[in-house]
């Protein structure tokens, strides 16, 4: 990998009049200030359609593209919509926060409209685009039209027969929602259509895309009602455990997160086959892919279906370092981000090694003045390491800064040797740039020196999060000179290494 850096910046965040960030023109913009800037890389949150809690790492589908992410104007563009029909609406009252609620109850038929003209002269390339998805997109596509049919209820709630994928009772849907089904398929081809645009765009500018995937899928997803054989489920189709993390320093209940877990020695007679489809498919998409919960895939906690929090758990064995080389022998060598934070076992440490796959480094958790040896220390970094000033579930910078013990935030002055006058943010920004790390991420947040507002969201937590936005604007010339100084003087700058 190449000495280089990026921004995390979420698609949701970008400014839009039309209640949140979408592909279109101002996804050009920050690509091309992130060119400005002297940056490489684009970092995203996973893009799937959003389900429980709004947040996009419960997706209704590990593979289908969010439709709120559909850019309007770019719809008008193609002929697909009239300014009238979406310009009008209310799409929230506050631009620097995402409405969810306001979202859901008009995007939906903007969207039919521009559906309903776009089957009346269906594009050339859209048959072959149904039949190549078709591992994914007929079990999502008959899903949103059954959770529509069903007003939104979750699977699990639906007649036992359907609820359980019977194909009789699936060729029956198949059939009786004919026509909502398209709908799902045209939306999911718009969404590819201009995710393929900007990712073009892009790649044009120099800047590469780092994509995130989640280890695990939501319980209310066509994922699990398409394949229940790959996950642990009893008789009924409910988990038999589910998925989180016990309980620590910070939580004295750990973090019950109740996402199905996988059956991984059903998965491995076929190779991991849907986790190959799965990992393939994002790369047709992005760059470079972040694995969430990479220590998971080692060992994972199974917490008993049913419980209320994540005392009673145990941890179980994954399929290890076997996993990893499968999908290198299925698919070739692959530019993976383990996300290997929190507690790691020897185990874990190893299966990461093995892999040869950077970890991740976060700044913010490196003062804890109990750990004076701290691996997070820029000091003990090395080469193949991503380092972050924080992450999207961490605080800002600022507001870290301002919450944090004293004794914390004396010792990273004393260590970055931060000043106000300059701005703590900056001063993280360059103790990051200054590492051995190969490529530092830093939140779009941090570099225009928001504080508690901005942060984006606090895990365990449901009601404020994944909503905040940056106005208009927002990404001035005078910002990316000032990035560009600090990407030029660390040598991070594209084209200025050569391979390491």
Not at 142 to 165: D, I, T, Y
Not at 356 to 384: C, I, Q, W
Request: charged fraction near 25%.
């Amino acid at each position: 990998m190449n000495r280089r850096a990026g921004i995390l910046m979420p698609i949701s965040a970008l400014p839009s009049p039309y209640g949140i960030g979408t592909l279109g023109k101002e996804a050009c913009r920050f690509i091309d200030f992130l060119e400005k800037a002297g940056q490489s890389y684009w970092q995203i949150l996973p893009t799937g359609p959003t389900g429980y809690g709004d947040s996009p790492y419960q997706s209704f589908s590990a593979f289908a593209g969010n439709p709120y992410f559909i850019d309007l104007d770019l719809l008008k563009k193609d002929g697909l919509l009239k300014a009238e029909e979406y310009r009008n609406i209310d799409w929230g009252s506050d631009p620097q926060r995402v409405d969810y609620g306001t979202i859901y109850n008009h995007r939906f038929a903007v969207l039919h409209l521009a559906a309903d003209r776009l089957r009346k002269h269906l594009p050339d390339d859209y048959e072959d685009f149904c039949r190549q998805n078709a591992f994914w997109l007929d079990d999502y596509a008959l899903f949103m039209a059954e959770k529509e049919a069903h007003q939104g209820v979750s699977f699990m709630g639906w007649e036992p027969s359907l609820r359980r994928h019977n194909p009789k009772a699936v060729a029956r849907e198949t059939e009786r929602l004919a026509d909502q089904i398209e709908f799902w398929k045209l939306i999911q081809y718009l969404f590819r259509k201009q995710w393929n645009d900007l990712r073009d765009y892009a790649h044009h500018h120099g800047i590469k895309l780092i994509g995130d995937v989640p280890i695990y899928v939501s319980p209310d997803s066509s994922d699990l009602w398409g394949h229940p054989d790959l996950f642990q489920l009893d008789r009924s189709g409910k988990p038999t455990e589910v998925a989180g993390c016990p309980p620590d320093g910070f939580s004295a209940d750990g973090q019950l997160w109740g996402n199905p877990l996988y059956n991984w020695n059903r998965m491995k007679k076929d190779g991991y086959q849907w986790w190959a489809q799965r990992i393939a498919y994002q790369f047709t998409m992005i760059d470079v892919l972040r694995i969430d919960h990479f220590r998971g895939f080692e060992s994972y906690y199974a917490i008993p279906y049913g419980e209320t929090t994540a005392r009673n758990g145990r941890w179980k064995k994954g399929p290890g370092i076997a996993f990893f080389k499968t999908m290198e022998q299925k698919l070739g060598h692959l530019d993976i981000i383990a996300e290997d934070l929190g507690f790691l076992t020897p185990e874990v440490i190893q299966m990461v090694k093995e892999t040869g796959y950077p970890g991740m480094k976060v700044l913010e958790f490196a003062f804890d003045p109990r750990d004076t040896g701290s691996d997070y220390l820029p000091h003990k970094y090395t080469h193949n390491c991503v380092v972050y000033t924080g992450t999207h579930d961490n605080e800002t910078v600022n507001g870290w800064m301002k919450n944090s013990p004293k004794e914390y935030t004396k010792r990273a002055i004393e260590y970055l040797n931060l000043s106000k006058s300059e701005g703590y943010h900056w001063g993280f920004l360059r103790g990051a740039y200054e590492s051995v790390g190969d490529l530092v991420v830093m939140q779009y947040q941090d570099l225009l020196g928001l504080g508690d507002e901005a942060r984006f969201n606090v895990p365990s937590t449901t009601g404020n999060n994944w909503v905040w936005r940056t106005v208009k604007g927002s990404w001035t010339n005078a910002l990316a000179k000032k990035l560009y100084h600090f990407t030029m003087i660390y040598d991070r700058l594209p084209g200025t290494e050569a391979e390491i």
